[in-house]
């Protein structure tokens, strides 16, 4: 009884972990009609966050993910435009907890139930890559994590998650 009471904690304990990994929730998107091969260089726009501290870690972020992928930070006039925003919002969970998972006879009741309450935060940051010239759209990519308490830990998960979003640029063109 005690041990089917420690197996249930234990694996719902893993499933509120699991629901909330460390890694980041990455999606980008793009116009299926854009040769990316044109694109050499980038100017900055604009970075909009609550917090004046993260408009140069966020440029970072990204300027060294787009280094890596052979594209020029210049300080006007880049072949793309940038815009960032990052946006926070609190999300809850609700965890509950059985005990006395089936005590009585044979399968017997569920035995006390109880549910607890998480908030924590969740910060989103989106990327646009814009081309200049036509003033469209043709690139963004968005990454959502959970927010620590420690400014260490928000800095290694935003570059993380910066890393993630760029894996797959620019778009492979056979995959349009």
């Known amino acids: 009884m005690k041990m089917q009471r420690v197996v249930f904690v234990l694996v719902g304990l893993m499933l509120?972990?699991?629901?909330?990994?460390?890694?980041?929730?990455?999606?980008?998107?793009?116009?299926?009609?854009?040769?990316?091969?044109?694109?050499k260089t980038y100017s900055w726009e604009r970075v909009q966050t609550r917090d004046p501290l993260m408009v140069d870690r966020i440029k970072s972020a990204v300027n060294g993910s787009l280094a890596a992928k052979g594209l020029t930070e210049v300080p006007t006039g880049g072949d793309l435009s940038i815009v960032a925003i990052e946006v926070t919002h609190n999300q809850q969970?609700?965890?509950?907890?059985?005990?006395?998972?089936?005590?009585?006879?044979?399968?017997?009741?569920?035995?006390?139930?109880?549910?607890?309450?998480?908030?924590?935060?969740?910060g989103t940051l989106v990327v646009d890559l814009s081309d200049?010239?036509?003033?469209?759209?043709?690139?963004?990519?968005?990454?959502?994590?959970?927010?620590?308490?420690?400014?260490?830990?928000?800095?290694?998960?935003?570059?993380?998650?910066?890393?993630?979003?760029?894996?797959?640029?620019?778009?492979?063109?056979?995959?349009?």
Request: hydrophobic share 30%; aromatic share 14%; no cysteine.
């Open 16 to 39: 509120l972990f699991a629901g909330r990994s460390s890694a980041a929730d990455v999606k980008t998107d793009y116009d299926r009609n854009t040769n990316f091969a044109q694109y």
């Open 132 to 176: 200049p010239a036509t003033k469209k759209l043709v690139w963004r990519g968005s990454a959502s994590d959970t927010l620590s308490d420690k400014s260490e830990k928000n800095i290694d998960n935003l570059d993380k998650g910066v890393v993630k979003m760029f894996k797959k640029f620019p778009p492979d063109p056979s995959k349009k």
């Open 93 to 122: 969970t609700l965890d509950t907890f059985y005990n006395n998972f089936g005590g009585g006879r044979r399968f017997g009741g569920f035995g006390d139930a109880t549910t607890t309450t998480e908030t924590y935060r969740v």
